[in-house]
């Protein structure tokens, strides 16, 4: 079985995650490292995916700036999303060479690790066809854009835990002109503690990995 690390690293800036992915997906491309997963919470943010639209940003630098909202292009696949406190985020750093060499069957895998996660927390949620992500209920809870580097993942997912849904009025999300929830709207309380532990489970199973829990990036690569 493989071998994943998992690091819950709370809260740190888009433009740290995105540095710090780019470091692991070298070092995995090497060998230097086994599969990671980075859970992380972001300050508010918004991202442009490779396929984004401008138009999908509904509101100008000057508003942004006046909400405390960063603005990013990012080489993930999708268009554009919102990241902010409230949400856990996943950026899983795989190499699908030791999995399956297939992009749509690791977004499903992703998909349904999402879908084990909420359910084990009563919430009935499901896939939109023709769209990616997790719904309930026609809205969309939980968002998934990756990149695949010679086989190596990065970027991920976003799920909407206590998510303020305020904030994705600046944008179209994903370019789909349909409405958002989360965890807590959707009547939860359950602790980021135990929706991360949760996910961590369901891609153990899924990806049918060993899961080792370490404290953090700089305690392991420093």
Same mark, same amino acid.
């Given at each position: 079985?493989?071998?994943?690390?998992?690091?819950?690293?709370?809260?740190?800036?888009?433009? =740290?995650?995105?540095?710090?992915?780019?470091?692991?997906?070298?070092?995995?491309?090497?060998?230097?490292?086994?599969?990671?997963?980075?859970?992380?919470?972001?300050?508010?943010?918004?991202?442009?995916?490779?396929?984004?639209?401008? =138009?999908?940003?509904?509101?100008? =630098?000057?508003?942004l700036?006046?909400?405390?909202?960063?603005?990013?292009?990012?080489?993930?696949?999708?268009?554009?999303?919102?990241?902010?406190?409230g949400?856990?985020?996943?950026?899983?750093?795989?190499?699908?060479?030791e999995?399956?060499?297939?992009? !749509?069957?690791?977004?499903?895998?992703?998909?349904? !690790?999402i879908?084990?996660?909420?359910?084990?927390?009563?919430?009935?949620?499901?896939?939109?066809?023709?769209?990616?992500?997790?719904?309930?209920?026609?809205?969309?809870?939980?968002a998934?854009? !990756?990149?695949?580097?010679?086989?190596?993942?990065?970027?991920?997912?976003?799920?909407?835990?206590?998510?303020?849904?305020?904030?994705?009025q600046?944008?179209?999300?994903?370019?789909?002109?349909?409405?958002?929830?989360?965890?807590? =709207?959707?009547g939860?309380?359950?602790?980021?503690?135990?929706? !991360?532990?949760a996910?961590?489970?369901?891609?153990?199973?899924?990806?049918?990995?060993?899961?080792?829990?370490?404290?953090s990036?700089?305690?392991?690569?420093?």
């Open positions: 079985m493989r071998r994943c690390e998992v690091r819950d690293l709370g809260r740190i800036g888009y433009a =740290e995650a995105l540095a710090l992915q780019k470091d692991l997906v070298e070092q995995r491309k090497r060998g230097l490292i086994p599969d990671q997963l980075l859970l992380v919470e972001h300050p508010h943010v918004i991202t442009l995916g490779r396929n984004g639209r401008m =138009e999908n940003l509904l509101a100008n =630098e000057e508003v700036r006046r909400a405390g909202i960063e603005f990013h292009a990012a080489n993930r696949g999708g268009d554009i999303t919102y990241h902010g406190p949400q856990v985020v996943g950026y899983p750093i795989f190499d699908l060479r999995w399956k060499r297939d992009v !749509v069957a690791f977004v499903r895998a992703m998909e349904q !690790v879908l084990d996660s909420l359910g084990e927390f009563g919430i009935d949620a499901g896939r939109l066809p023709g769209c990616t992500g997790v719904w309930v209920d026609g809205k969309k809870v939980a998934i854009g !990756v990149h695949i580097s010679r086989w190596v993942t990065s970027h991920g997912f976003a799920l909407n835990h206590t998510t303020d849904l305020s904030y994705f600046y944008i179209v999300p994903c370019g789909l002109t349909k409405p958002v929830t989360s965890m807590r =709207e959707l939860s309380d359950a602790s980021r503690e135990q929706v !991360v532990a996910l961590a489970r369901n891609f153990s199973k899924h990806f049918q990995l060993e899961v080792l829990t370490v404290p990036y700089t305690e392991t690569f420093s």
